[in-house]
């Protein structure tokens, strides 16, 4: 079974600073901008040139090039939380429609205009989504939903454009979806023999790899620290 997905939207960014009033004023590229349709984008090693990343330290870099986030989220949010959330409100750089976190797996690569991807790790949303786009509690329930988007790291430079399919082209690792991944991160309590799996595949994005340590070792549950909602503080 042919296994694709078409790039609907794709966003890229500038450093901006934030002043919300919650926390002391903070600079982020998470605030991005449509790219036209037409326009051939060239991705690199640490992803899309015209991209930029300011908290270098937590995102970006080789296992993080690229931000994927499913369209399908979008309704989702609407009608169970009533949220009716701006384009690119998860900060993703490529906004896929037929595709979600259940359907990629770990390890997956796939070919993008002259580009090929391969699937690194979940994203780990942190409390800037929350901040940014002004919702109380989002950045909780993406987590609490499993629907966190993915990210890709770049196997071969080239060019892409909207509309381009992201077209899956191996699976070493079907049962290690970025749902199933999330789903036994955020209860490690419960899913020991799980995460022991997920650790073992070399695929998996280093820095990943030594959270989800953690959380094994630990047997930890819910969010993290960092994912603490702005406006609950």
């Known amino acids: 079974m042919k296994i694709e997905s078409k790039i609907k939207y794709i966003f890229c960014g500038k450093e901006q600073e934030i002043e919300e009033g919650k926390r002391k004023a903070y600079k982020t590229s998470y605030k991005k901008k449509l790219v036209n349709t037409n326009e051939l ?37 609407k009608e169970k939380y009533g949220l009716d959330l701006p384009n690119c409100a998860f900060g993703e750089n490529l906004a896929i429609e037929d595709l979600d976190d259940s359907e990629v797996c770990l390890g997956d690569t796939f070919k993008c205009g002259e580009v ?79 995460i022991k799996q997920i650790l073992k595949c070399n695929k998996l994005a280093e820095a990943y790899f030594i959270s989800l340590s953690k959380r094994y070792k630990e047997k930890e549950q819910g969010i993290q620290d960092w994912q603490e909602d702005v406006y609950n503080n």
Not at 53 to 70: E, M, N, P, T
Not at 145 to 159: A, I
């Open 116 to 194: 090929i991807f391969e699937v690194s790790q979940p994203r780990q949303p942190c409390w800037k989504i929350s901040s940014v786009i002004g919702v109380k509690n989002l950045t909780s329930l993406i987590v609490k939903e499993s629907k966190t988007g993915f990210y890709l790291r770049v196997l071969k430079n080239g060019k892409l454009k909207s509309n381009d399919s992201l077209e899956l082209i191996s699976r070493d690792y079907p049962t290690l979806t970025i749902e199933h991944i999330n789903q036994c991160a955020y209860n490690a309590k419960d899913n020991q023999e799980n």
């Open 41 to 77: 984008l060239t991705i690199d090693s640490l992803g899309f040139r015209i991209d930029n990343q300011s908290d270098r330290a937590h995102h970006g870099g080789i296992d993080k090039a690229v931000c994927v986030y499913s369209q399908k989220y979008y309704p989702f949010f």
